[in-house]
């Protein structure tokens, strides 16, 4: 048999490895890249106790925050590459799996109530049906915007029945009491605002139709990374937990960064938003198909996509989690 140098012995184990995603793996990141949001309590936490810094400190790798506006505007860095991490409504990031964004849905931050559909206290606008032919402030890509589609199928309507004005989140609140439109596929905590500060209309309210709170991971980085990936989760956790067992800080937190009322705060935090839920299961799985075939029903989603094979590629429930 022909003789093998050691240098090439050894530059075949170093390939095979790396075909094989094994321990010659990418190196470790210098920086991590994530969002925060008004949208994801557990996020301001996070960043504002330097959790993920002090974790990842030995490692000399730096953490990045970026703020998201909006489950859209997270899937927009996400695909570009510009955050690792992203929070987003669990029906936002399959829309983004179908249209092609490559990423893993991993973690469950919250269970929100975090949209509804809004109208001005002097609106005659009283149900679904009334917004035939109104202008509609919406952000499409978003739990709000599906929130709204589901809302119009549920009463026989459609989007073309309505003028969608496309506005980010807390531009269609200034709209609604501006008046330059006559209803708002509303979002928290600009919706909480509204009402408690302009005496603003929930006029249509389906709880089990709001999407779970999901963090997602750009799936090259999640191959590339996996203990990187598990570290951020359980670091997650802690802040989850830290959250959940410390209102007062949690809601100082979120009016250091807002600026809102203490009354507006309540209202999402207290009323609107639970933080028990963290390992994406049964429930969360059956929540986002649901939106994703009534989407399909209304025509948003292509009639030849199966949304449940994508979802299923959509979540990694794989990454362990902390169990104490």
């Not at 949001?37 to 953490?63: C, H, R, W």
């Not at 979002?187 to 500060?197: H, S």
Request: hydrophobic share 45%; no cysteine.
């Amino acid at each position: 048999m022909p003789q093998i140098s050691r240098r090439a012995f050894t530059a075949a184990v170093v390939a095979s490895a790396l075909m094989s995603g094994g321990s010659y793996a990418a190196d470790a990141p210098k920086e991590i890249h994530l969002d925060w949001a008004t949208y994801n309590p557990v996020s301001m936490i996070l960043k504002q106790k330097g959790l993920l810094e002090k974790e990842f400190a030995k490692d000399g790798i730096s953490i990045v925050w970026v703020q998201s506006a909006g489950s859209n505007k997270a899937l927009e860095f996400l695909n570009a590459g510009s955050i690792d991490f992203g929070s987003t409504a669990g029906s936002a990031a399959l829309v983004a799996k179908i249209n092609g964004n490559p990423i893993k849905s991993i973690y469950v931050f919250s269970r929100p109530e975090w949209t509804a559909l809004v109208t001005t206290k002097d609106s005659k606008i009283a149900n679904v049906a009334d917004l035939k032919g109104k202008r509609v402030a919406v952000t499409r890509g978003t739990d709000p915007h599906i929130f709204l589609v589901r809302a119009l199928l549920d009463a026989g309507l459609s989007e073309k029945d309505i003028t969608p004005v496309l506005l980010q989140h807390a531009d269609g609140k200034t709209a609604l009491i501006r008046g330059d439109v006559d209803a708002w596929a509303g979002l928290d905590p600009m919706m909480a605002q509204a009402e408690i500060e302009d005496g603003a209309k929930l006029f249509f309210r389906k709880p089990d139709a709001n999407t779970w709170g999901i963090l997602n991971v750009r799936e090259q980085f999640l191959k590339d990374y996996p203990d990187i990936v598990r570290r951020v989760l359980a670091t997650y956790e802690e802040a989850r937990k830290y959250s959940l067992a410390n209102y007062d800080d949690l809601k100082k937190t979120f009016i250091a960064v807002t600026k809102l009322p203490d009354a507006v705060v309540d209202k999402q935090l207290k009323e609107r938003t639970e933080l028990t839920h963290s390992r994406i299961g049964a429930p969360q799985r059956d929540s986002i198909l649901a939106a994703g075939l009534a989407l399909q029903q209304a025509g948003v989603i292509d009639a030849k996509t199966d949304v449940k094979a994508t979802l299923d590629a959509l979540i990694d429930d794989q990454v362990p989690l902390p169990t104490n």
